[in-house]
């Protein structure tokens, strides 16, 4: 099992930025995959970003030049700096990893940017 904890989330104003962490637990060994998906009210769950063990990115095209995926494997940790907020970046955040063929999910955090 594999628990997944973000943090970072808030409310900031348009144009400002934030920076999320997700801390992964328990058997962290064999993660491959991270990433951040989000959800907006009344909106299906979308992939942001993600980044594999070795450092292979990938975006939406909505958030790139804007956020920037990053990991430290010896911290188990994902992080995602988010620069040049937009109103339309609203939504709750989730983290997520890929282990031995299971998808492991945090609960989320909420990011709320005011126009």
């Known amino acids: 099992q594999v628990q997944l904890v973000e943090s970072g989330g808030g409310l900031v104003q348009a144009g400002g930025s934030l920076r999320l962490s997700c801390a992964a637990s328990?058997?962290?060994?064999?993660?491959?995959?991270m990433g951040w998906y989000r959800q907006a009210p009344g909106k299906q769950r979308e992939l942001v970003t993600s980044i594999t063990r070795v450092g292979l990115t990938a975006y939406a095209d909505s958030v790139k030049g804007r956020f920037t995926i990053s990991r430290d494997n010896a911290k188990n940790t994902v992080y995602l700096q988010m620069n040049s907020l937009k109103s339309e970046d609203t939504a709750v955040y989730y983290c997520?990893?890929?282990?031995?063929?299971?998808?492991?999910w945090g609960k989320g955090t909420l990011v709320t940017v005011s126009s």
């Open positions: 997520n990893a890929d282990r031995v063929g299971y998808t492991y």
């Open positions: 328990g058997s962290t060994f064999a993660i491959n995959t």
